[in-house]
């Protein structure tokens, strides 16, 4: 039983070990590998992603409205 528990907490162990390596390594490529954009970029950037994000949101309540009128007119259309 001894040697079961002993194996457990070495895995944990190992498995602490790994995910600080991870973070340690995935900090090291943020900040020594990684090209950001500039604030101006990262604006505009921005404001491209909100537009189509509103466009594709209205092209998306356009298609459900078209879908709801054409079930409630399915459904008017069985009942009588």
């Given at each position: ?48 992603v ?23 007119q ?7």
């Amino acid at each position: 039983m001894e040697t079961k528990g002993a194996s457990q907490t070495v895995q944990t162990l190992k498995k602490m070990s790994d995910i600080k390596n991870y973070v340690s390594e995935s900090y090291n490529e943020l900040r020594n590998h990684v090209t950001w954009p500039t604030w101006a970029e990262g604006q505009k950037l921005m404001v491209i992603v909100a537009v189509f994000s509103i466009l594709f949101s209205l092209a998306i309540w356009g298609v459900d409205e078209v879908f709801s009128a054409a079930v409630k007119q399915y459904f008017n259309w069985v009942k009588s």
